[in-house]
Nanobody, 119 residues
Framework: QVQLVESGGGLVQAGDSLRLSCAASGRTLSGYLMGWFRQAPGKEREFVAAIVWNNEIRYYANSVKGRFTISRDNAKNTVHLQMNSLKPEDTAVYYC????????????WGQGTQVTVSS
């Protein structure tokens, strides 16, 4: 089992930055794909970014490419999402998720952290 706890959300103005963190516990994350997703009110959950734990492969949604950066801290078993140039349309609950090696689904999810961007 993997437990995920997000932090770092808040209320900011358009153009500001925020850094989300996802602290993982329960087991080693070697080989895991760690992802960030978001869900805005009335909309379906959507993919934001992902990183393979053991290497530098990263994936980004087109809507955040160039503004958001996903990274990991191996020593702290933590994944970060640096969000720059925030826009009102980035407002959502942001979730951290973990996909085990050789699996095709994210099996573990955090509780989410709210990000609100005012115009």
């Amino acid at each position: 089992q993997v437990q995920l706890v997000e932090s770092g959300g808040g209320l900011v103005q358009a153009g500001d930055s925020l850094r989300l963190s996802c602290a993982a516990s329960g087991r080693t994350l070697s080989g895991y794909l760690m992802g960030w997703f978001r869900q805005a009110p009335g909309k379906e959950r959507e993919f934001v970014a992902a990183i393979v734990w053991n290497n530098e492969i990263r994936y980004y949604a087109n809507s955040v490419k160039g503004r958001f950066t996903i990274s990991r801290d191996n020593a702290k078993n933590t994944v970060h999402l640096q969000m720059n140039s925030l826009k009102p349309e980035d407002t959502a609950v942001y979730y951290c998720a973990a996909q085990p090696p050789f699996q095709s689904t994210y099996d573990y999810w955090g509780q989410g952290t709210q990000v609100t961007v005012s115009s």
